[in-house]
């Protein structure tokens, strides 16, 4: 898994080249996985992903500009998974919420980024929920309204299901780590064979076509 994860943060150092690839030139079982799964009805990205994973954190920039790249009409959806060794579910599944929160106020990506640095830069783990929640203040969301969040159906929910997908894709063999990318809810993205940003945003525009 980790060789894999790294051989997919050659990534980042490869230049953001702008150049044509053809469909043909992508295969089944090399540079995407098939799953059995139902296809979504709506064209959709979901990266898996955690706060705690350094690779995520290294992967973000690419997230990012892959998100941006998307057609009209594609989401992209960021799933926190709580499975990463080295910290109790809970302690993970706290900063799901947090997320979550950060997103229904509009200030996902802003809240994200203080996040991954809190951690990797900062060397802070944020086990404990007081310091999630100071970081939101700072960022507008007070605490009255942090814990109102937490216990309210919308947030439950919307964590429930991050829990529910890592739950069944790592059944169906194709959430083995973190980031993970899958298309539409049926094609896992092999990024250890991709070569640049711009591989990588025409197979996933082609897997959403697919």
């Known amino acids: 898994m980790f060789k894999t ?13 702008a150049f044509a690839v053809n469909a043909a030139d992508f295969t089944d079982g090399k540079h995407y996985q098939t799953i059995e799964n139902t296809k979504s009805e709506t ?5 898996f992903f955690s706060f705690y ?13 892959l998100e941006d790249s998307l057609p009209e009409g594609a989401e992209f959806e960021k799933s926190h998974v709580n499975f990463l060794g ?8 706290n900063l799901s919420y947090a997320y979550i929160i950060a997103q229904q106020a509009g200030k996902g990506k802003q809240i994200a980024a ?3 640095d809190s951690i990797h830069k900062k060397h802070a783990n944020l086990a404990d929920i007081k310091d999630l ?4 203040e700072l960022n507008g969301i007070s605490e009255k309204e942090f814990d109102q969040s937490m216990s309210s159906m919308l947030v439950i929910a919307a964590e429930k ?9 790592g059944k169906l063999g194709a959430l083995t780590g973190v ?3 899958i298309v539409n809810n049926k094609y896992k993205i092999n990024v250890r064979e991709l070569k640049s940003q711009a591989e990588l945003e025409s197979l996933v525009k082609y897997l959403l076509e697919k």
């Open 53 to 65: 994973c350094p690779h995520c954190y290294q992967f973000e920039p690419i997230a990012i500009a």
């Open 179 to 181: 980031p993970t990318f």
């Open 43 to 47: 064209k959709k990205v979901t990266e």
């Open 114 to 116: 203080q996040i991954f």
């Open 161 to 169: 299901k991050m829990q529910e997908q890592q739950e069944l894709f």
């Open 133 to 136: 929640k100071k970081l939101l």
């Open 5 to 17: 994860i790294k051989q997919s943060l050659l990534l980042l150092v490869i230049p953001l080249l």
């Open 86 to 93: 080295g910290m109790p579910a809970q302690v993970q599944s």
